[in-house]
């Protein structure tokens, strides 16, 4: 399979280590080090207040953890971050430019991509339909050229490779064989999976992941988690929302732990472990 | 893939054979039914001329309304704003320039044929954009609204007498109100062939055409023609529709109509795709419109009624939104069976059974049912107002529809929105197993 699963590949050499170390080197240059800076965001519904003065930044080429119980705010401010909510209160700032407000498709197009919570598949799309969409910067998404005889065959030029990309990605989420299947008629888990494939696709610097393994099967958990090292090893940033205690202490580097919408404490996952707090907050004693 | 339970599965040639079928059947039962009218040859001739022209016209704008509402999700209902502003834009565009004493009240701007006909698409389309630009970004529902409103202020904007008549670079120009304009220009297909330079071929053949119809054929010569130009429009609707669906543009509008904001997640623009796609629509309604007004030499602004927007609708239902080919067969059916078919089912009642006498009104009607459980007056007074209730038919057929073939008469049919076939490239190995043992080191 190669390259062509891992989206990285052209970008990869632009991003890597080098540059975290000379930040680290001159000592000041926080914006390279930590890709996202969220500043006392503040959001509320009526009378719930969702996310009230969180702050934290995710570090280049981590995987961060965010957790917290039910209700503590993480997809809120995940639709925060990414423009689907506007703050009441507070800054997001990618890549040291300030995103607060921005559109979701202007932060998608800066490197930055989502996955929901609940999948939201396109329904009465096929699944290669639905993985087809998502890479950026398609030539045939100006109408004129998709009509135009003549230029219409640098679009269908564009699109052979898509499609090459994306069953490729397809055999690397084991959905290849549903690829003609209607999104709409896909288990719970294969949504998941075709969420998050089509995330990649879109060839994103830092993915915000809402919870992607609820309900898929431990085998196939192990491999995307694998999958996910290996891009975060490339450069890729990840932010993970997960419920599973374990997963989260074996895998992330960094743990935020948020708190009715306010950040308890973060670190690595043995400070989060031996906190006190934490425990009577949300791991109720258990770990 | 799906399930395909539906009747082009079942018929030799798929879609196309369904559509031939369709259209050949129609055209048996309007030639059967100028049998029994007693129509000689010129009349047979005139109703396949009627019966292509109402195809034509229905076939292109439910193509139009299926990129909105089939493609895209925007629910316009007010298609048939679009339409009267192409129409009158065109007619303000291309009529003579006015002459005191002639037969027109205003005259337009004299320009030809072919400029007034794109002004006329453009001012539709940049209604679109007006009528676009604040409904989009809010809720669905509020495009409703807005577009079956814009479309009654146009008709009433063209029933004013404030823009019966102005003053366009020193020409009298106008709309002509309420008692409508004449379309006095140089008629289309005269003005098609000489662009051409083929009208006195044209001409030439009309002659030759006596044979057939010994006298005046140039009407009966000029309908049939005017129809098949129709249905040269509508390939071309369905030519630029569907290379438009099957494309990565079409593939956002797709993702648009099933959850805008996993497009919008994903880095798409949707505002920008939904109103070029809205646009787009809205000229192909104006032109339609034009195309539908130009031979009846006049408009008026009451034509423009949201029923016609309801027809299209209905057309587009029938077929089935979603799909380019369900369009055209939905047009079709609902021009021949549900427009045209109750005026030829009342004249031909009326021609088999002269005497039929039905009863002169509701009442009479009803009264034998009530008193002696007798139906037949009943009966003889709705075949008799058949054409009255042709909205009665029209609604029962819809919640036929809703019930039996909620997606058309084509079923669950979405044309895939790619530009090449999306199955595994030969290139590639035929399945996971080996490609994946390459990642793992
Ligand atoms: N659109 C909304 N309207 C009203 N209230 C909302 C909305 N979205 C979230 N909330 C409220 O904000 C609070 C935080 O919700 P959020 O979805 O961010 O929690 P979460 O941390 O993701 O929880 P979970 O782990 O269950 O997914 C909840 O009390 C929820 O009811
Ligand atoms: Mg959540």
């Given at each position: 399979m190669s390259d062509a699963a891992d989206p990285p590949v052209d970008d990869v050499a632009t991003k890597p280590d080098e540059d975290a170390l000379g930040a680290f080197a001159s000592g000041v240059e926080t914006t390279v080090d930590f890709p996202l800076q969220v500043e006392g965001l503040h959001k509320s519904f009526g009378g719930i207040t969702a996310v009230d003065g969180a702050s934290f930044e995710v570090e280049a080429g981590s995987l961060t953890g965010l957790i917290g119980p039910n209700g503590a705010g993480k997809s809120t401010t995940f639709n925060l971050i990414t423009g689907v909510l506007k703050p009441d209160a507070g800054t997001v700032t990618f890549n040291g430019e300030d995103i607060t407000g921005e559109e979701p498709h202007e932060i998608a197009n800066r490197g930055m991509v989502r996955t929901f919570q609940i999948a939201r598949e396109l329904s009465d799309m096929t699944v290669l339909e639905n993985m087809m969409l998502a890479p950026k910067h398609q030539r045939g998404e100006e109408l004129w050229r998709s009509v135009m005889p003549g230029v219409r065959d640098d679009v269908r030029e564009q699109e052979e490779e898509l499609l090459e990309r994306v069953w490729e990605v397809l055999d690397f989420f084991d959905i290849a064989h549903i690829a003609e299947e209607y999104a709409g008629n896909l288990s719970g888990g294969q949504r998941k999976l075709l969420e998050m494939a089509r995330a990649l696709l879109t060839d994103p610097d830092m993915l915000l992941l809402d919870e992607?393994?609820?309900?898929?099967?431990p085998t196939l958990e192990k491999k995307l988690l694998k999958h996910v090292h290996e891009l975060r090893e490339q450069g890729y940033t990840f932010l993970l929302v997960e419920h599973d205690m374990d997963l989260i202490m074996n895998n992330c580097e960094h743990v935020i732990v948020l708190h009715q919408g306010k950040v308890l404490t973060e670190g690595t996952p043995d400070d989060i472990r031996s906190n006190e707090e934490v425990i009577e907050a949300y791991l109720g004693g258990n770990v | 893939m799906s399930v395909r339970d539906d009747l082009a599965a079942r018929m030799p040639g798929g879609d196309a054979g369904l559509i031939v079928f369709v259209l050949v059947s129609a055209y048996l039962l309007y030639i059967l039914a100028g049998i029994g009218l007693g129509y000689d040859l010129r009349g047979q001739l005139n109703s396949i001329a009627t019966l292509t022209f109402y195809i034509g016209v229905f076939a292109m704008l439910s193509l139009a309304l299926n990129l909105h509402w089939g493609y895209t999700g925007l629910f316009n209902i007010g298609i048939v704003g679009f339409m009267a502003v192409g129409v009158y834009v065109m007619a303000l565009v291309s009529k003579p320039v006015f002459v005191p004493g002639g037969a027109a009240q205003v005259g337009g701007l004299g320009l030809p044929l072919w400029v007034g006909i794109l002004a006329g698409m453009l001012a539709a389309a940049l209604l679109g954009l007006v009528v676009a630009l604040p409904a989009l970004r809010l809720r669905a529902d509020y495009l409703a609204i807005v577009t079956i409103a814009m479309s009654e202020i146009v008709r009433f904007s063209f029933l004013s007498g404030e823009l019966q008549q102005f003053s366009v670079l020193g020409n009298t120009v106008g709309f002509g109100g309420g008692s409508g304009l004449i379309l006095d220009f140089v008629p289309p297909l005269q003005a098609l062939f000489q662009s051409v330079g083929l009208w006195g071929v044209y001409l030439g053949f009309v002659d030759a055409f006596q044979v057939i119809v010994p006298t005046n054929p140039k009407p009966v010569v000029d309908g049939i023609v005017y129809g098949l130009l129709l249905l040269g429009f509508v390939s071309a609707f369905y030519w630029l529709l569907k290379r438009t669906g099957e494309s990565p543009f079409g593939r956002v509008l797709k993702a648009i109509r099933e959850d805008e904001d996993v497009a919008n997640a994903l880095g798409k623009d949707t505002d920008k795709f939904k109103i070029k796609s809205f646009m787009l629509g809205c000229a192909l309604m104006g032109l339609a419109g034009i195309l539908w007004l130009i031979p009846q030499g006049a408009v008026t602004p009451n034509f423009f009624r949201p029923r016609v927007t309801f027809f299209i609708w209905i057309a587009l239902i029938i077929g089935g939104a979603g799909s380019n080919t369900g369009s055209v067969l939905g047009g079709a059916v609902f021009a021949a069976v549900l427009y045209q078919g109750p005026r030829y089912f009342q004249n031909l009642v009326s021609a088999v059974f002269p005497n039929l006498g039905s009863p002169a009104g509701f009442g009479q009607a009803i009264g034998p049912l009530i008193s002696q459980l007798d139906p037949v007056p009943l009966l003889l007074y709705t075949v008799d107002s058949i054409r009255q209730l042709q909205l009665v038919v029209m609604g029962l057929v819809l919640i036929w529809l809703m019930h039996n073939r909620p997606d058309g008469l084509l079923g669950h049919r979405k044309e895939t929105?790619?530009?090449?076939?999306?199955?595994?490239?030969?290139?590639?190995?035929?399945?996971g197993g080996s490609v994946e043992g390459g990642d793992d080191e």
């Amino acid at each position: 399979m190669s390259d062509a699963a891992d989206p990285p590949v052209d970008d990869v050499a632009t991003k890597p280590d080098e540059d975290a170390l000379g930040a680290f080197a001159s000592g000041v240059e926080t914006t390279v080090d930590f890709p996202l800076q969220v500043e006392g965001l503040h959001k509320s519904f009526g009378g719930i207040t969702a996310v009230d003065g969180a702050s934290f930044e995710v570090e280049a080429g981590s995987l961060t953890g965010l957790i917290g119980p039910n209700g503590a705010g993480k997809s809120t401010t995940f639709n925060l971050i990414t423009g689907v909510l506007k703050p009441d209160a507070g800054t997001v700032t990618f890549n040291g430019e300030d995103i607060t407000g921005e559109e979701p498709h202007e932060i998608a197009n800066r490197g930055m991509v989502r996955t929901f919570q609940i999948a939201r598949e396109l329904s009465d799309m096929t699944v290669l339909e639905n993985m087809m969409l998502a890479p950026k910067h398609q030539r045939g998404e100006e109408l004129w050229r998709s009509v135009m005889p003549g230029v219409r065959d640098d679009v269908r030029e564009q699109e052979e490779e898509l499609l090459e990309r994306v069953w490729e990605v397809l055999d690397f989420f084991d959905i290849a064989h549903i690829a003609e299947e209607y999104a709409g008629n896909l288990s719970g888990g294969q949504r998941k999976l075709l969420e998050m494939a089509r995330a990649l696709l879109t060839d994103p610097d830092m993915l915000l992941l809402d919870e992607p393994f609820a309900g898929v099967n431990p085998t196939l958990e192990k491999k995307l988690l694998k999958h996910v090292h290996e891009l975060r090893e490339q450069g890729y940033t990840f932010l993970l929302v997960e419920h599973d205690m374990d997963l989260i202490m074996n895998n992330c580097e960094h743990v935020i732990v948020l708190h009715q919408g306010k950040v308890l404490t973060e670190g690595t996952p043995d400070d989060i472990r031996s906190n006190e707090e934490v425990i009577e907050a949300y791991l109720g004693g258990n770990v | 893939m799906s399930v395909r339970d539906d009747l082009a599965a079942r018929m030799p040639g798929g879609d196309a054979g369904l559509i031939v079928f369709v259209l050949v059947s129609a055209y048996l039962l309007y030639i059967l039914a100028g049998i029994g009218l007693g129509y000689d040859l010129r009349g047979q001739l005139n109703s396949i001329a009627t019966l292509t022209f109402y195809i034509g016209v229905f076939a292109m704008l439910s193509l139009a309304l299926n990129l909105h509402w089939g493609y895209t999700g925007l629910f316009n209902i007010g298609i048939v704003g679009f339409m009267a502003v192409g129409v009158y834009v065109m007619a303000l565009v291309s009529k003579p320039v006015f002459v005191p004493g002639g037969a027109a009240q205003v005259g337009g701007l004299g320009l030809p044929l072919w400029v007034g006909i794109l002004a006329g698409m453009l001012a539709a389309a940049l209604l679109g954009l007006v009528v676009a630009l604040p409904a989009l970004r809010l809720r669905a529902d509020y495009l409703a609204i807005v577009t079956i409103a814009m479309s009654e202020i146009v008709r009433f904007s063209f029933l004013s007498g404030e823009l019966q008549q102005f003053s366009v670079l020193g020409n009298t120009v106008g709309f002509g109100g309420g008692s409508g304009l004449i379309l006095d220009f140089v008629p289309p297909l005269q003005a098609l062939f000489q662009s051409v330079g083929l009208w006195g071929v044209y001409l030439g053949f009309v002659d030759a055409f006596q044979v057939i119809v010994p006298t005046n054929p140039k009407p009966v010569v000029d309908g049939i023609v005017y129809g098949l130009l129709l249905l040269g429009f509508v390939s071309a609707f369905y030519w630029l529709l569907k290379r438009t669906g099957e494309s990565p543009f079409g593939r956002v509008l797709k993702a648009i109509r099933e959850d805008e904001d996993v497009a919008n997640a994903l880095g798409k623009d949707t505002d920008k795709f939904k109103i070029k796609s809205f646009m787009l629509g809205c000229a192909l309604m104006g032109l339609a419109g034009i195309l539908w007004l130009i031979p009846q030499g006049a408009v008026t602004p009451n034509f423009f009624r949201p029923r016609v927007t309801f027809f299209i609708w209905i057309a587009l239902i029938i077929g089935g939104a979603g799909s380019n080919t369900g369009s055209v067969l939905g047009g079709a059916v609902f021009a021949a069976v549900l427009y045209q078919g109750p005026r030829y089912f009342q004249n031909l009642v009326s021609a088999v059974f002269p005497n039929l006498g039905s009863p002169a009104g509701f009442g009479q009607a009803i009264g034998p049912l009530i008193s002696q459980l007798d139906p037949v007056p009943l009966l003889l007074y709705t075949v008799d107002s058949i054409r009255q209730l042709q909205l009665v038919v029209m609604g029962l057929v819809l919640i036929w529809l809703m019930h039996n073939r909620p997606d058309g008469l084509l079923g669950h049919r979405k044309e895939t929105a790619s530009v090449i076939s999306l199955s595994r490239p030969k290139t590639m190995a035929t399945d996971g197993g080996s490609v994946e043992g390459g990642d793992d080191e």
